[in-house]
């Protein structure tokens, strides 16, 4: 036996101590980026070994935080691929406006850069009022990032320049203040958004949605993992409902996949229940 398959034993008793003692089930996460990240938390920690972890895991609950954010580290910004944006004005828009109330979800929101995002989107496109955003992560540091709404000054060009390619309206600007070194965002983009826990590993449908954002989220998980995060976004959805995923993800795993038709192939824009195809 080498190093390495011993290395891939003690990751496999981590992980099954981290859901036999919290609930949180990473076994159906690609176990490449695991191993990745796992390590990253050894170093980080400066343990001798994985096995090291588990005791940490057990006994320390604090420890619990740093070991799920480590698992769940995430990269995201204001408007990422703004051309998404730009499709979900062209293609989803329209639908969310023949209905009175929507209902959005974004999962795994990770700092809330992108539900700010959807919220700028609704509120420029005069669904804001009759909306609600779902945002729902697994990492409670980031949760609470997104909470607050607060974000370095140095991002600020970034976000601009993402916004203004995703199609906005007006400035950046007009949706937050700049205070010392960080942006806040302004507190009327957060009136509708309701942030909370959920595992998209073990958790199960809680509204009905007509849309869901799940961008560069699925791409971490195993072939079974993807099936079954993909049902539960069929379930989620009401007839007609938008499903957008990340550029690098599609439903050809899942046989819940079939249940889509192509809005946006480009764009990872999918429509439950309907037949349309777009040409890009």
């Not at 929507?102 to 700092?111: L, P, R």
């Not at 439903?251 to 192509?262: H, Q, R, T």
Request: proline letters at 2%.
């Amino acid at each position: 036996m080498t190093p390495g398959d011993i290395q891939d034993i003690e990751i496999k008793l981590v992980l099954e101590a981290l859901r036999l003692r919290y609930g949180y089930d990473f076994r159906h996460y690609d176990q490449s980026s695991v191993r990745r990240r796992v390590l990253h938390c050894l170093e980080s920690c400066k343990l001798t070994g994985i096995s090291d972890i588990i005791p940490k895991l057990l006994y320390e609950g604090m420890f619990l935080e740093r070991l799920i954010g480590v698992l769940t580290i995430s990269v995201t910004t204001m408007f990422r691929d703004p051309l998404v944006f730009r499709a979900l004005r062209e293609y989803t828009v329209p639908a969310l406006k023949t209905h009175p109330f929507v209902n959005i979800w974004s999962a795994g929101c990770a700092t809330g850069e992108e539900v700010y995002s959807l919220a700028i989107l609704l509120r420029e496109e005069g669904l804001y009022e009759q909306a609600r955003i779902y945002a729902t992560d697994l990492n409670a540091d980031s949760l609470a990032t997104a909470r607050e709404g607060i974000y370095a000054l140095n991002r600020l060009e970034e976000f601009e320049a993402n916004y203004r390619d995703a199609g906005g309206v007006g400035t950046f600007r007009d949706y937050c203040e700049i205070d010392g070194n960080v942006v806040r965002m302004n507190g009327d983009l957060k009136k509708n958004i309701v942030y909370s826990s959920h595992n998209l590993a073990t958790d199960s449908v809680f509204a009905v949605m007509n849309l869901v954002m799940c961008r560069n989220v699925i791409i971490y998980f195993d072939a079974s993992l993807q099936k079954r995060v993909i049902g539960l976004f069929h379930e989620s959805l009401a007839r007609g409902g938008d499903l957008c995923l990340g550029g690098a993800e599609s439903l050809d795993i899942s046989k819940s996949g079939a249940g889509f038709s192509v809005l946006s192939h480009k764009n990872r824009i999918f429509r439950k229940g309907f037949e349309r195809t777009a040409g890009h």
